[in-house]
């Protein structure tokens, strides 16, 4: 298996995840991303390279962030140490600073037992695959080694936070006066900076799940646990809930009246109002082969393209990148602007969320009204050869049959995994009821078809 996953390094810590490993990928780093015109001019210049180091506050980010930053720093790498920090901060300083590259430490939204490295390039990017099978074979090559002088320094970015702030604040159309927001920070990173951000940007604050101890990191809270976020927001009257993952990329929300408002309804409201204020960039959304159809709908009535994409924030950001583009993102709530962020930024997401409540003076349930969500059934087939999902006959023939029988009242996606042996079927229609149908037919006709041969 490869080391790199659809999101950076990611596993158990102390398990596949140890000090050692976190260690020499840091050191592979160095070498790969220590290459071209720029690393070059910077040493002609007498100047070592330069890296951001952040993690989240699980336990293990403590010891992995130190083995990374040792690494660095044996290659001849300044580190910048920035504590616990939102991945997407990180990469917003890696550009501020003309960092040569960066790191966090964090396993997102998955439990406090797992760990994660992702890499970011000059710029706060994230790497393309070809760099991070060229860092993993540098990982079994000699390493750079310096001495005396030419040995890297770790220092404490002291005002990474503060920076990250004024640029949120600054990225804002209008003021957030008179909402009163719930936010969940998920006991991970975003504890800290999102709701000084989101009081200094005017709006009424009440806090949940923003007491890190190391082991709480999503446990019961944040964008993948909404109940509790939904009762709060209820419970004390507030106009809406704002829920962070554990590096706080990703950005859900709750209505006054706890209902969910997924990815692609933020992204439906933002959309428009970015179309009405000339910011959406070729009239162009970009969302991923799984986004409702409810929201192609929505951005068909207010004249505004969608792109697709495979599954991932990553691929949403290569085709943002190719087009030009200033808005995309996942169901999930990965949202990304690129005016103000390389990736996608869970705060920055919210906060234009409700600076759009506070501008139009509406509830966010009318402003989530301009999208309907169409009933979305997911059904994972184990145990088939994903292999042939796109090949076999008759399953090609059951999918085609079921699209006409929905016709422009729904639709049907099958995709294998691209890493267990299943396949997810998606069915949505107007009717729960109907897509429940329907997707049961294409799971029994693909578990049939595709099923894997008996070990003998």
Not at 157 to 176: G, I, M, Q, T, W
Not at 403 to 424: K, N
Not at 439 to 451: H, K, N
């Amino acid at each position: 298996m490869p080391l790199f996953g659809t999101d950076g390094v990611r596993g158990l810590a102390n398990g596949p995840l140890t000090a050692d490993l976190a260690l020499t990928l840091a050191q592979a780093t160095a070498v790969v991303l220590g290459q071209g015109r720029t690393a070059e001019a910077r040493r002609a210049a007498g100047k070592r390279l330069t890296a951001v180091v952040a993690r989240d506050p699980r336990i293990s980010g403590e010891f992995l962030a130190a083995a990374v930053a040792a690494g660095l720093a044996s290659s001849g790498v300044d580190v910048l140490e920035a504590g616990v920090l939102p991945t997407p901060a990180t990469a917003y300083l890696i550009a501020d600073t003309d960092a040569d590259f960066g790191v966090v430490v964090s396993a997102s939204h998955n439990p406090a037992p797992d760990n994660g490295i992702k890499i970011f390039a000059r710029g706060g990017v994230k790497l393309p695959d070809i760099v991070e099978q060229r860092i993993e074979s540098a990982m079994a090559a000699p390493k750079l080694q310096p001495t005396g002088a030419e040995v890297g320094r770790i220092r404490r970015f002291a005002d990474a936070e503060d920076r990250y702030v004024v640029h949120l604040l600054a990225s804002l159309p209008n003021r957030l006066d008179g909402i009163h927001v719930v936010l969940d920070c998920a006991h991970g990173a975003a504890a800290g900076v999102s709701p000084e951000t989101f009081r200094d940007a005017g709006a009424q604050v009440t806090v949940i799940g923003a007491d890190p101890d190391g082991l709480n990191i999503n446990d019961g809270v944040g964008s993948t646990h909404l109940d509790q976020l939904a009762r709060k927001v209820v419970e004390v009257g507030a106009d809406l809930g704002i829920a962070h993952d554990g590096d706080a990329d990703r950005c859900l929300a709750v209505d006054a009246a706890g209902k969910v408002v997924d990815g692609d309804q933020i992204m439906a409201i933002l959309a428009v109002s970015m179309k009405e204020r000339g910011h959406l960039v070729h009239d162009t959304l970009v969302a991923t082969v799984m986004s409702n159809l409810g929201l192609h709908r929505a951005m068909a009535d207010h004249g505004i393209r969608v792109e697709q994409t495979a599954v991932g924030d990553r691929y949403v950001l290569e085709r943002m990148n190719e087009g030009g583009f200033a808005l995309g993102g996942e169901q999930s709530g990965h949202v990304i602007m690129s005016e103000y962020a390389t990736t996608g930024d869970g705060l920055l997401t919210g906060l234009h969320l409700v600076a759009e409540m506070a501008r139009q003076g509406k509830t966010l349930a009318e402003l989530a009204s301009i999208m309907t969500v169409y009933p979305q059934v997911l059904v994972n087939v184990r145990g088939v050869d994903r292999s042939r999902a796109n090949s076999d006959e008759v399953v090609l023939a059951a999918v085609d049959e079921v699209a006409a029988e929905l016709g422009d009242s729904g639709r049907v996606l099958l995709r294998a995994s691209g890493t267990e042996p299943l396949v997810r079927v998606m069915v949505e229609a107007a009717d729960e009821a109907a897509a429940q149908t329907a997707a049961g037919r294409l799971a029994d006709v693909v578990r049939d078809r595709l099923a894997l041969e008996p070990a003998t």
